[in-house]
């Protein structure tokens, strides 16, 4: 079974350029979860999906982000315009149930390393 | 102050040493607890989820939680060259939404 997989694995872009990062969930998991960590920081939550709802969005940094799901399936996360402090790894992750302990695992994804020059 | 604190390391062990890793947190809302394993480059990887207060086991590796202190710990035993690797404390309240520890960097040599 495929694990969660995101695209593009590395990214250089300028400073004022969009990127859109691509996640594609284990399949049949209905919550899906973008984090990210930039440097020196602790991973940190940016929003969380049920399908194709967006369930909570609190830790959207600002409106330069848009993450979508189209159908429920996968889910992109657009940066625009990108600035420095955007450079860091973005971390998708997708889960079957919603909360811990009911046997639900959250499954990470290997990241989508972006870097801001 | 944030809400999880975890000290980065590295920690730097001899193989077969008993690894001793913690966080402290200050949000008494916390109730499910967990370690995650991240190897470079990779995503975190979860090794162990606790629910309040109390000790898990599961081979060489052993969660314990003491709410009353609001600190938790991850032992290892007998410490492997290939548990080298970034661990991770996290935890979360009812919801879904997980606050992680900064991650401790662990280096076991053969």
């Known amino acids: 079974e495929a694990g969660v997989t995101q695209f593009p694995s590395h990214s250089v872009i300028e400073k004022g350029q969009t990127v859109t990062l691509r996640c594609d969930p284990i399949?049949?998991?209905?919550?899906l979860y973008w984090y990210r960590r930039v440097m020196g920081k602790e991973i940190k939550f940016l929003l969380h999906f049920v399908k194709e709802s967006k369930q909570d969005e609190s830790g959207m940094p600002n409106n330069r982000f848009l993450a979508e799901r189209t159908g429920g399936t996968y889910s992109t996360l657009k940066v625009q315009p990108a600035e420095l402090e955007d450079s860091g790894v973005y971390f998708c992750a997708s889960s079957q149930g919603e909360t811990v302990p009911s046997g639900n695992t959250i499954y990470f994804g290997e990241g989508s390393w972006l870097t801001v020059v | 102050q944030k809400e999880v604190e975890q000290d980065p390391g590295p920690l730097s062990v001899p193989e077969g040493a008993i690894v001793s890793l913690n966080c402290t947190y200050s949000n008494s809302a916390f109730q499910y607890f967990m370690w995650y394993r991240q190897y470079s480059r990779k995503g975190p990887e979860l090794l162990m989820y606790?629910?309040?207060?109390g000790n898990k086991e599961d081979g060489r590796f052993t969660a314990q939680v003491d709410k009353s202190s609001k600190y938790i710990s991850l032992f290892i035993r007998d410490s492997q060259p290939s548990d080298s690797a970034t661990y991770l404390c996290a935890m979360r309240t009812g919801g879904f939404k997980t606050i992680f520890g900064a991650g401790t960097r662990l280096f076991v040599k053969a």
């Open positions: 399949s049949g998991h209905d919550n």
């Open positions: 606790t629910y309040s207060s």
